[in-house]
């Protein structure tokens, strides 16, 4: 199924495309996303959300109308389910609780959107945008399929302890991009065959090695991204980042904006990005949903024990 709400009457040429991809867990966040390139947009009118979901909350409809409300901006809803070529290759992906089959969508989106759009910018649901994007809109890849911020953390994540790990497929010399911020070149995405290569690397036998879609991305796409700014994607920020006037916030530190009494930089401004209304609702779904998680693990431990 896709629902679609908005206006569609800006020219093709100038439409800036931005897709998320969230299961049902991480639509609030998602809203707060999308909502806050809606709030610094200088022409929203321009803005086409594509938002690839696995499973559709119950109140998911209801939120985009009341975004199309506040910006009349048009949303496009994907449901993943529906794409049988993705379960099937996703099938042989490692994942957790943590990192669900959904995180690995952003790696079909040239399949998953319509064929003429040609650029689109991919966000994780855990970012939020302080400026316009249309600088990044207009900065040119050339011959490179995908744009990216290098990762900070690139030596811990990619080689491990003591950056010994993995050595034979990611040199620490060599960049390591974070997949959280990715401008994509569809047209190019699709002459590169990425998911016919993910296949290709499935018979290898290296996933069970890879920190999820990161590692699988740099893996795939070496050599064929340009390095942007940082201040497009700056990870774990706290409040002092104020000061470097960042574009787009990525909150991958485990003290996540949307919790009660986070600690993370900016997380008033986040509640506030995201309205109270939708903040203490999802607080109150994740509290819910951890009651009955903690309640079940305990009834069957002690099933299991009895």
Same mark, same amino acid.
């Given at each position: ?6 206006? /569609? ?23 707060? %996303? ?12 321009? =803005? ?15 939120? &985009?109308?009341? &975004?199309?409300?506040?910006f ?8 993943? +389910? ?7 290759? %996703?099938e042989? &992906?490692p ?15 040239a399949?998953? =959107?319509? @064929?003429?759009?040609?650029? %689109? ?6 970012? =939020? %945008? ?10 040119? &890849?050339? $011959? @490179?399929?995908?744009a ?15 950056? /010994?790990?993995?050595? +034979?497929l990611? +040199? ?6 974070n ?23 499935s018979?290898?036998?290296i ?5 999820? +879609? ?5 893996? =795939?796409?070496?050599?064929? *991204? ?5 201040? *497009? ?11 470097? $006037?960042p ?21 008033r401004?986040? /509640? ?11 607080? /109150?779904q ?8 903690? *309640? ?11």
């Open positions: 199924m896709t629902a679609r709400t908005g206006n /569609r009457n800006a020219q093709a040429g100038q439409e800036q495309h931005i897709a998320l991809c969230v299961n049902a867990m991480f639509w609030p966040p998602a809203f707060a %996303v999308i909502r806050s390139i809606c709030l610094t947009a200088t022409q929203r009118e321009k =803005l086409r959300f594509h938002l690839v979901v696995a499973g559709i909350p119950r109140m998911l409809l209801e939120d &985009l109308k009341t &975004l199309n409300e506040e009349g901006v048009s949303i496009d809803v994907i449901e993943l +389910d529906q794409h049988d070529r993705f379960s099937k290759i %996703v042989a &992906l994942t957790t609780k943590r990192f669900p089959p959904i995180v690995y969508a952003r790696m079909f989106l399949e998953l =959107l319509s @064929k003429d759009i040609e650029r %689109v910018l991919y966000l994780d649901a855990d970012t =939020l %945008v302080l400026s316009p994007l249309d600088p990044l809109f207009s900065i040119p &890849l050339g $011959n @490179k399929v995908a990216a911020v290098t990762d900070p953390q690139a030596m811990r994540v990619a080689n491990g302890r003591d950056v /010994r790990n993995n050595r +034979d990611f +040199d620490p010399s060599l960049p390591y991009f997949s959280g911020v990715l401008l994509l070149d569809l047209p190019a995405w699709r002459a590169l065959d990425i998911a016919g290569k993910i296949s290709t690397l018979k290898k036998g996933f069970s090695r890879l920190y999820y +879609d990161q590692d699988l991305l740099n893996l =795939l796409l070496r050599g064929h *991204w340009l390095e942007l700014d940082r201040l *497009w994607n700056v990870t774990h920020p706290h409040d002092a980042h104020q000061i470097l $006037n574009h787009i916030l990525h909150f991958t530190g485990s003290d996540k904006p949307w919790r009660l009494l986070s600690k993370a930089g900016y997380a401004l986040y /509640r506030h990005v995201m309205t109270n209304d939708m903040f203490y609702r999802y607080w /109150r994740r509290m819910l949903g951890s009651f009955f998680d903690d *309640w079940v693990h305990k009834i069957t431990a002690r099933h299991l024990n009895s």
